[in-house]
């Protein structure tokens, strides 16, 4: 059976930031991810990032991924793309299923001392009468058709749903060709950053705030939306509806963090609105009430990819200490990337985050949830 | 894009598409006593097809939570078995050699 110090399960930007540390500690690190290449959703991010050097300003999602892959690999880290954890057994052992040959033996059991996970977040969906038609999908597999395998999903797009996601996927689709037929949002006002919301402004995108989609109508795919304005409730309200001719409707309704495998794994769980819903809860060295167990990035809390990055940092040097690995120079590298932390969750958007987050790290304390570094 | 007076006709949309469990079904389910995720599913098999419950889970609990459960109570749910995703019968035949254990010919 394999053995490895540490397993990291999920190879996003939260994942491959545990494994580089936890390997740069000098741990023996093993990192899994479902998917043909590592990266994690930094692989349909086209866009710039904005924000700090530290946090790869300036640089695309993809090329951020590639540079994040070339570290784990110097570091160390055994990367295994294309390998999905099943689940755990007694005794720790971890059951890996491997998808790259159809023929060969797939599934392996492996043992680690230390398990991080970084399993990310699953989209919502909206459940209006006629969600599922053909031409409803969720934003993100828009995303996946148009910048991973170059396929428009539509050429007529409505998008429900004003945060970062909706508003950088339609950007994009517009890029590719395809005609953006409106944002809509029940909140009365845009959710995500404005720097995203201008560019669709710009190109006289309409963005219909205080609504929602009421219907959706088609004999074998989406043909036509009913729209309607919502009231304090977010109920329609009756006598505001309008029709719009499309074929596609994306759903930019959120996230919620993919809990399955932290949750067979006996770790508490609690309900947190602000950061996607049932989520494990966590101390701030990243561990969960399964000692053996550290969460990071979307899995704990939905955020950004830099706070992931950050988080999973956190999660590998201390995954990596209780091992019995790294030195003291680490707890300067933890403050720094807790003050980091601090950064990213501050303004506008990042204060309620960070509120969020130091709710749970209380519940966490009162609880007596304490990783073993503290 | 044209502006029209509607009104949406009387629909009862899927919420569990593997199961092809409707809203009024969960509702019904609530009002029979069903307070969690994992109640509903029991009573109405949403959540029990091949996903697993990964996207009705979460619109279950919406409604649970619009009926006025609190939250906590709501997203109570039945923990995940090996193996968490579906997987074929194939990927059990071998295994890795060390484990192996030479089965006993028929």
Redesign the interface.
């Known amino acids: 059976?394999?053995c490895a110090d540490i397993l990291v399960i999920g190879g996003g930007p939260g994942g491959l930031g545990a494994a580089i540390e936890a390997a740069k500690a000098g741990a023996s690190v093993l990192l899994v991810d479902e998917n043909p290449r590592m990266g994690g959703q930094l692989y349909k991010q086209i866009h710039k990032f904005f924000g700090s050097q530290t946090h790869y300003a300036g640089q695309r999602g993809f090329d951020i991924a590639d540079t994040l892959i070339a570290e784990a690999a110097r570091a160390g880290v055994e990367l295994l793309p294309q390998t999905?954890?099943?689940?755990?057994?007694d005794e720790g052992q971890f059951?890996l299923?491997s998808l790259a040959n159809q023929d060969a033996?797939?599934?392996?059991?492996m043992k680690a001392r230390r398990v991080i996970l970084a399993t990310g977040a699953?989209e919502?969906?909206v459940?209006?009468?006629?969600?599922?038609l053909p031409g409803v999908m969720t934003a993100g597999a828009a995303q996946t058709l148009a910048n991973i395998y170059g396929v428009l999903p539509g050429k007529r797009i409505l998008i429900l749903g004003s945060g970062n996601v909706g508003l950088i996927v339609g950007y994009q689709l517009m890029q590719a060709g395809a005609q953006v037929?409106g944002i809509v949002d029940v909140l009365p006002s845009v959710h995500g950053y404005e720097v995203h919301a201008a560019k669709l402004r710009r190109a006289n995108v309409p963005i219909y705030l205080g609504s929602t989609v009421?219907?959706a109508r088609g004999e074998t795919r989406v043909q036509q939306v009913?729209i309607g304005q919502v009231d304090a409730c977010f109920q329609?309200i009756?006598?505001t509806?309008?029709?719009?001719?499309c074929d596609t409707v994306l759903l930019a309704v959120g996230l919620?963090p993919r809990t399955?495998?932290a949750?067979?794994f006996g770790c508490d769980?609690?309900?947190e609105?602000r950061l996607g819903?049932?989520m494990p809860i966590h101390d701030e060295t990243m561990c969960t009430s399964n000692q053996t167990i550290y969460v990071c990035g979307d899995l704990a809390g939905v955020e950004e990819a830099s706070t992931a990055l950050d988080e999973g940092r956190l999660a590998g040097i201390h995954a990596a200490a209780a091992c019995g690995y790294g030195d003291e120079a680490r707890h300067a590298r933890v403050a720094a990337l807790q003050s980091s932390l601090n950064t990213l969750r501050s303004g506008m958007h990042g204060q309620p985050r960070k509120e969020a987050k130091n709710d749970i790290l209380q519940l966490a304390h009162r609880k007596g949830i304490v990783g073993e570094t503290i | 894009?044209?502006?029209?007076?509607?009104?949406?006709p009387i629909?009862?949309?899927?919420?569990c598409?593997c199961e092809e469990i409707r809203?009024s079904e969960i509702l019904q389910a609530i009002e029979m006593g069903c307070r969690s995720v994992t109640a509903i599913k029991k009573y109405t098999r949403a959540g029990m097809g091949v996903c697993q419950g990964?996207?009705c889970a979460?619109?279950i609990?919406q409604i649970l939570i619009a009926s006025g459960i609190s939250?906590?109570a709501?997203?109570a749910?039945d923990?995940?078995?090996?193996?968490?995703?579906p997987?074929p019968i194939?990927?059990?035949?071998?295994?890795?050699k060390?484990?192996q254990v030479d089965a006993p010919s028929i």
């Not at chain 1, 999905?84 to 057994?89: H, V």
């Not at chain 1, 033996?105 to 059991?109: G, K, V, Y």
């Not at chain 2, 894009?1 to 949406?8: D, G, V």
């Open positions: 059976m394999k999905r954890a099943l689940g755990c057994f059951a299923l033996t797939r599934l392996r059991t699953k919502n969906a459940a209006f009468p006629g969600w599922t037929l009421v219907e009913i329609p009756e006598g509806h309008q029709t719009i001719e919620s399955e495998i949750a067979m769980m609690t309900f609105r819903g049932l | 894009m044209t502006q029209q007076e509607h009104t949406a629909t009862d949309p899927i919420i598409r809203k990964r996207t979460r619109l609990e939250p906590q709501a997203v749910r923990k995940a078995r090996f193996p968490i995703v997987c194939s990927a059990f035949n071998g295994s890795d060390e484990d």
